[in-house]
């Protein structure tokens, strides 16, 4: 079993910046991928960025060159620090870990961006 705890969000104003945070513990096995996914109200779930624990990344086209996703192997912890946040990236943010015939969400943390 693996645990996920997220923490950083809240209230942001647009053009600031905001630093998630998911902390994994538990069975942690190698290799993984853990990612950021958010849900705004009437949306899909969607991914917004993810980093494999060799270090490859994925953004979305809508977060590229505004959201950076790193991890600290040693910490199990992956951050992702949100810039020049818009209106539109208001949602619920979720961590997901994924390794080899297992999956895991987070409990979710809301950002609100007010324009």
């Known amino acids: 079993q693996v645990q996920l705890v997220e923490s950083g969000g809240g209230l942001v104003q647009a053009g600031g910046s905001l630093r998630l945070s998911c902390a994994a513990s538990g069975s942690i096995s190698s290799p993984n991928t853990i990612g950021w996914y958010r849900q705004a109200p009437g949306k899909q779930r969607e991914l917004v960025a993810d980093?494999?624990?060799?270090?490859?990344?994925y953004y979305a086209d809508s977060v590229k060159g505004r959201f950076t996703i790193s991890r600290d192997n040693a910490m199990n912890t992956v951050y992702l620090q949100m810039n020049n946040v818009k209106p539109e990236d208001t949602a619920v943010y979720y961590c997901n870990y994924k390794a080899t015939w297992y999956t895991r969400w987070g409990q979710g943390t809301q950002v609100t961006v007010s324009s």
């Open positions: 980093i494999t624990s060799g270090g490859s990344t």
